[in-house]
């Protein structure tokens, strides 16, 4: 369902965003740009120890160490910003903002952009908490097979695609690919939108997900709309799928049905047996948002999921439309 509204301001985000949404939305009434005030509001989910997806509190890569992704886009200057495995700083969505403001570059990796963010002022601080210790330490010791190496072979596309394996229960419980997104519209028609995250937890050191990637985990054109991804970044990377969110808004489709259909496509191109269940359905979850230039917004996922938007009188959760009914 498409709900009519007028334009902004309108924050529309991940389930994980109910407060960011609404400062999002304060923000931009206050005046600030739309990317800022997504900034401003995924800031809240990055310092939270508690969200073991985002910032400060992240589950960490295989070798115990917390490393973030993020990346902006503003609508007006079509410019943006991101930093990938980003260690030691808190607010990577800050840095990704830094890196658009104040770089003729859009994405800073690993090292180079620790140096950067220390260049600019940004303090350093230990990421891991007791808590994201405690659950990498759990996973350290039932590893077995639990990794993202794959064995010669381990690609095989199934016989049919409906024989597909099993999900692997323990995998989908221990690992977390969650994150944030948040797309916001101002009242003058003016977008901008954050993603930012821990990325996959215990990935291999150094695996780079769809969040810092332009177009993948978020996109935004000024004239049309903007949108973004949380779920397996891999599927988002190989959809190019927030580029496509925003090019079927382009094509007349509202926010919703825009998200649907890129996922119809992930869902087309997931072909090799791991990553199907035994439906011979996406193994995994992917969920895009979306919010246009009139201040329409949806999101979709894979399989049932929620949402939150803000429009000014508080966030309200919301059903994202699935692809599949269940799981
Ligand atoms: N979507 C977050 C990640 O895969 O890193």
Redesign the pocket.
Known sequence: MIVRKRAGPVAVASGNGSRAVEVAVAKMTGGSLPVDAAVAGVNLVEDDPNDTSVGYGGLPNADGVVEL?SCVMDGPTHLAGAVAALRNIKNPSQVALKVMRRTDHVLLVGEGALRFARAHGFKEEDLLTERARKRWLRWQERLSEHDDWIEPGGNALPKKKAAGAKPDKDRKEERD???IHLSALDASGRLGACTT?S??SFKIPGRV???PLIGC?LYVDNDIGSAG??????A?ILANGSHGVVENMRRGMGPEEACLEVLRRVDHYTRIQRLLDDKGRPAFQLTFYAVNKNGDYGAASIYPSRFVVCTGDGARKKRTRPLYESR
Not at 229 to 234: K, L, N, P, S, Y
């Open positions: 992704d690919p969650g994150t995250t990325g996959l997900g769809d969040s985990g991804a949380t779920g397996r970044g891999e988002a």
